[in-house]
């Protein structure tokens, strides 16, 4: 079946500029997850809802980034005025219990 | 605050050799679990393993196998017979505060498996 699906796949913006990062999860998983992934690290969580109810945002970054998920499905992360340190892959993951299935991530790169 | 360290950032072998990936850890959690994924080039996270700490048996599936030894902090991570298609980086990983959802990683480890 279709697993998590994230668009666009590469995005390069100027510095400065809004951003908008889709995340498709999978068909009927509650919980849905983002993490940004610098060159040569790990992962590092951002976010994660339950259905549309944001439950934690303690790893976000800063007050330009927002994430949201208004009908419990697909879920957006936006970053606005974006700074070059936000280049990364954002990677998002959802599941219906325990670990997460991910999908291949946005490659964001700011110029 | 919970820390995994994996201390090999690139390991090279030559396809048929066995490897193992070294993963240590640090929680005050008295129960948690331990996390393996695979990241190939593709760039997706592909989840291996989840571990109860509370089970510290080998585990085995097919050409995979992990050993936790909580008494070092340790949950290793073999290929037996390297393909490949093995080559990707992978992170091993520890939820923190509690959750099941909040996983911090370590950096990875790439391997390379050559033909």
């Known amino acids: 079946g279709a697993g998590v699906s994230q668009s666009p796949r590469y995005k390069v913006a100027k510095r400065g500029q809004d951003v908008a990062l889709r995340c498709d999860p999978i068909?009927?998983?509650?919980?849905l997850f983002w993490y940004q992934q610098a060159l040569g690290q790990g992962p590092e969580f951002l976010t994660y809802?339950?259905?549309?109810?944001?439950?934690?945002k303690s790893g976000l970054p800063s007050d330009r980034f927002f994430a949201e998920r208004p009908e419990g499905s697909v879920s957006t992360l936006k970053i606005q005025r974006t700074q070059q340190e936000d280049s990364a892959v954002y990677l998002c993951?959802?599941?219906?219990?325990?670990?997460?299935?991910f999908g291949p991530g946005t490659r964001l790169t700011v110029t | 605050a919970q820390k995994v360290t994996q201390a090999q950032t690139e390991i090279s072998v030559v396809e048929k050799e066995d490897v193992t990936l070294d993963c240590v850890y640090e929680?005050?959690?008295?129960?948690?679990?331990l996390f393996w994924y695979k990241q190939p080039p593709s760039g997706e996270l592909v989840f291996l393993i989840r571990?109860?700490?509370?089970?510290?048996q080998n585990e085995i599936s097919g050409r995979y196998s992990w050993n936790f030894q909580k008494s070092t902090s340790s949950f290793n991570f073999t290929i037996t017979a390297s393909q490949v298609v093995d080559s990707a980086v992978y992170f091993c990983?520890?939820?923190?505060?509690?959750?099941?959802?909040?996983?911090?990683f370590g950096k990875g480890t790439l391997l390379t498996v050559n033909p």
């Open positions: 068909s009927g998983h509650v919980s």
């Open positions: 990983a520890l939820p923190s505060g509690g959750s099941n959802y909040k996983l911090t």
């Open positions: 929680t005050r959690d008295t129960t948690y679990y």
């Open positions: 571990r109860n700490s509370f089970d510290e």
């Open positions: 993951a959802s599941s219906l219990e325990g670990e997460g299935d």
């Open positions: 809802f339950q259905n549309e109810a944001q439950l934690d």
